[in-house]
């Protein structure tokens, strides 16, 4: 499994231009809520919980209905950062939590 510190370095080798003190917090929340390991394709769900884990970041209290609620270009941002790790071949992992609700799309 891959570690916070890993996870950021993986985003600056993808070139995401996001700021090194901020790269660290997104990693931490995601590598908290599940573990980074070898990309594999995401289920709806699987997805939602980590652009969550990620978007909690900047709203620390948003709720998955926030996130119904925001418009999808509000989102990308968060779509980016997961997709620059599965560039590098990284990706969440089965959830630490239970069930999710809904989808995003």
Known sequence: MWDTEDVVHAWNRA???T????LGLYAQALTTERPV???HTL???QEDR?????YRVDR???TFADLYQAP???LSSYHQLLHDLAREGLGPLES???PAVGGLR
């Open 37 to 39: 390991g070898a990309y």
């Open 96 to 98: 630490h939590s239970g």
């Open 15 to 17: 070139g995401n231009p």
């Open 43 to 45: 289920r709806e769900d």
């Open 50 to 54: 980590a652009i969550l884990a990620l």
């Open 60 to 62: 620390p209290h948003a």
């Open 72 to 74: 999808p270009l509000a």
């Open 19 to 22: 700021p090194h003190h901020l």
